[in-house]
């Protein structure tokens, strides 16, 4: 049991250190700390992040006017003349 535990710590300590020196752990130790780098957005991505919104919005509307069409189309056929 003690070969275990003793391989364990070796191996999870070995990759607790691998992980601290790597990009990800700088970055989670800067989280930690409290240090943030605020990048300079492209002005190229907020265009393209408009263009995709106004794109979502046309088609939540166009999914809305479908459901409003399938729900009539519903409705007339529920009435017993079909109008």
């Known amino acids: 049991m003690e070969d275990i535990v003793a391989l364990i710590m070796i191996f999870g300590g070995g990759a607790t250190i691998a992980i601290s020196f790597s990009p990800v752990g700088k970055a989670i130790a800067d989280r930690i700390r409290g240090h ?41 056929e529920q009435l017993p003349d079909g109008q």
């Open 36 to 76: 943030r780098e605020v990048a300079e957005g492209d002005p190229a991505v907020y265009e393209e992040l408009d263009r995709m919104r106004q794109e979502l919005t046309e088609l939540q509307e166009r999914v809305d006017f479908t459901e409003r069409l399938l729900a009539r189309g519903r409705e007339a």
